[in-house]
């Protein structure tokens, strides 16, 4: 059972940066692909980034290209977040997940963190 662990968020001002991680563990063999989802307040979650786990392509929504950058470490099954120039709306709770090869879905996810960036 893959389990993930996410640290990193805080509190930032606007244009400020912050840098997430996400640890994985158990069954990481297994993993195609890790993402990054953002749950606004009182909307619904959306994800924002995502890597394929055993190689570099990465995807992006709108909404943080040129802002956000995803990467992994697959010697220390971790995979960061890189959140530049930060916007009011980045604010919410950041969701690390990951799914599995011939998965129907990102099936595994972390607790979440806490990001709040003040205007």
């Known amino acids: 059972q893959v389990q993930l662990v996410e640290s990193g968020g805080g509190l930032v001002q606007a244009g400020g940066s912050l840098r997430l991680s996400c640890v994985a563990s158990?069954?990481?063999?297994?993993?195609?692909?890790m993402a990054w989802f953002h749950q606004a307040p009182g909307k619904e979650r959306e994800i924002v980034a995502s890597?394929?786990?055993?190689?570099?392509?990465?995807g992006y929504a709108d909404s943080v290209k040129g802002r956000f950058t995803i990467s992994r470490d697959s010697a220390k099954n971790t995979a960061f977040l890189q959140m530049n120039t930060l916007k009011f709306e980045d604010t919410g709770v950041y969701y690390c997940?990951?799914?599995?090869?011939?998965?129907?879905?990102?099936?595994?996810w972390g607790q979440g963190t806490q990001v709040t960036v003040s205007s």
């Open positions: 158990g069954g990481t063999s297994s993993l195609s692909r």
């Open positions: 890597i394929w786990w055993s190689g570099t392509t990465t």
């Open positions: 997940a990951a799914r599995r090869y011939g998965g129907a879905g990102y099936e595994y």
